[in-house]
């Protein structure tokens, strides 16, 4: 069995970059501060409001692309007519996903990939191992697991926050949180990436471009778009809050 078809490890594309940012910012206005430092009940207004957001960013995951072997071959008058494509592999082991071979100079991704039902990846960046003059493939395809990557994600969410003592035994706390304040859509990874073998006629033993799905590299959902209606990745959201403390 080819060990490097089989490697289920990282590679060099598994690296995942994340940066998150906090800040929080006490609001210059009532007792004490720079501005309307008044103490009657202007500065209760005013005073004790305390602006925080927090902002995320983290690289898309890695995608493999695969080249899908389903289908049988066909060669009449030929004891291999009929039997799965997986007897086309220099091993004949049809439990490793296969991937296909990268084609040298062609961009993976697609300028505006991944929006508007606009395919992510380039499907002409790939192709099929070649073969040899009965159709058997001379090699395992070179393409690297996580060759690609899902987009970029980012979010920023924002809290005005005041906190207003009544008496010495009770205050109340008040509060507008915004989740995904900028309303940013945040994609998901594409459901389908797997180009489907074509064979070559029998005897052509040149490389053949690979069948490509209506539906391949294309996003569909967004990262949290799977019925749920909590945590990052949703629609811009916004919450209000009153908390009393005594």
């Known amino acids: 069995m080819n060990c490097r078809q089989c490697d289920k490890g990282p590679s060099v594309f598994d690296v995942r970059h994340n940066v998150t940012v906090n800040a929080v910012y006490e609001l210059p ?3 004490g501060k720079t501005y309307l430092h008044d103490s009657g009940p202007m ?8 602006l925080s957001s927090i902002a995320t960013w983290h690289t ?12 049988n071959i066909v060669a009449p008058g030929t004891p291999f007519d009929g039997l799965a494509q997986t007897y086309l592999l220099p091993d004949g082991n049809d439990q490793t996903d296969q991937r296909p071979d990268l084609v040298p100079g062609v961009a993976i991704f697609l ?9 992510l990846i380039n499907p002409a960046a790939f192709q099929a191992p070649p073969v040899d003059s009965n159709g058997n493939f001379t090699r395992f395809g070179n393409a690297a697991n996580g060759s690609a990557r899902a987009l970029d994600i ?5 809290a005005l926050m005041k906190d207003t003592k009544l008496t010495e035994r009770f205050s ?4 507008v949180q915004a989740f995904n304040v ?3 859509a945040q994609l998901g990874d594409p459901g389908n990436l797997t180009l489907d073998y074509n064979p070559p006629s029998l005897g052509s033993p040149t490389p053949n471009n690979l069948r490509v799905p209506g539906d391949f590299a294309v996003i569909t959902n967004t990262v949290n778009g799977l019925g749920t209606n909590t945590g990052t990745g949703l629609p811009r959201q916004l919450q209000f809050m009153v908390r009393f403390k005594f």
Do not use: S
């Open 29 to 31: 206005f009532g007792p």
């Open 43 to 50: 500065g209760k207004i005013v005073g004790g409001w305390e």
């Open 60 to 71: 898309g995951h890695p995608l493999t692309v695969k080249m899908g072997l389903g289908g």
């Open 111 to 119: 300028p505006g990939g991944g929006k508007n039902n606009m395919p």
């Open 154 to 158: 980012w979010q920023v969410d924002l």
């Open 172 to 175: 109340m706390e008040f509060g």
């Open 182 to 184: 900028f309303n940013h």
